[in-house]
T-cell receptor, first 114, second 114 residues
Framework: GNSVTQMEGPVTLSEEAFLTINCTYT??????LFWYVQYPGEGLQLLLK?????DKGSNKGFEATYRKETTSFHLEKGSVQVSDSAVYFC?????????????FGKGTKLSVIP | DAGVTQSPTHLIKTRGQQVTLRCSPK?????VSWYQQALGQGPQFIFQ???????QRGNFPDRFSGHQFPNYSSELNVNALLLGDSALYLC?????????????FGEGSRLTVL
């Protein structure tokens, strides 16, 4: 079945450090890939997405590239801020007909210290 | 513009009891999905409702049931509660005609079963 594996957290970085959160997936066909973020006290919100191989999703300085050959969708940001402290979830959606669910990874908690 | 609202935010039940959780989707959205998020885990898909019908169901027992009303709001019912049902229950809304995987989440209802 479909599954998503994220790097274990928590991750603690100093402000302005480079961030990478690894995500790999197992899926049939060609899924769409997502990063969702959960800030403290808030609901999950979509950060970025990519729908086909070699697509790059980007938002708020975060980027992730859909790599079919390595089945990966790693999240990166060049310079993190304290306000980026949150839990980040990688997710996929199977592209087949009749499939409406998202499959999430376990999440990676990021703490950014000044 | 109101986002996804869920009620109650917290509740405590005992084993064997029944619970009903409620969700109002984001304005303009017609599709509601429910997810269960155990502590330290990613959200797991329970089911999705569109046009007042269950469109897809995840790997959850029949004790979990739902309903969608003509105004698109939704309820999640869980019967015969088990300790393992303790979790954060997330409601997410979207536009059913465009199944892009882009979901808007509420803050969740935290259920504790004693």
């Amino acid at each position: 079945g479909n599954s998503v594996t994220q790097m274990e957290g928590p991750v603690t970085l100093s402000e302005e450090a480079f961030l990478t959160i690894n995500c790999t997936y197992t899926a049939t066909g060609y899924p769409s890939l997502f990063w969702y973020v959960q800030y403290p006290g808030e609901g999950l919100q979509l950060l970025l997405k990519a729908t086909k191989a070699d697509d790059k999703g980007s938002n708020k300085g975060f980027e992730a590239t859909y790599r079919k050959e390595t089945t990966s969708f790693h999240l990166e940001k060049g310079s993190v801020q304290v306000s980026d402290s949150a839990v980040y979830f990688c997710a996929l959606k199977y592209s087949g007909a009749g499939s409406y669910q998202l499959t999430f990874g376990k999440g990676t908690k990021l703490s950014v210290i000044p | 513009d109101a986002g996804v609202t869920q009620s109650p935010t917290h509740l405590i039940k005992t084993r064997g009891q029944q619970v009903t959780l409620r969700c109002s989707p984001k304005s303009g959205h017609d599709t509601v999905s429910w997810y269960q998020q155990a502590l330290g885990q990613g959200p797991q898909f329970i089911f999705q409702y569109y046009e007042e019908e269950e469109r897809q169901r995840g790997n959850f027992p029949d004790r979990f049931s739902g309903h969608q009303f003509p105004n698109y709001s939704s309820e999640l019912n869980v019967n015969a509660l088990l300790l393992g049902d303790s979790a954060l229950y997330l409601c997410a809304s979207s536009l059913g005609g465009r199944d892009t995987g882009e979901l808007f989440f509420g803050e969740g209802s935290r259920l504790t079963v004693l």
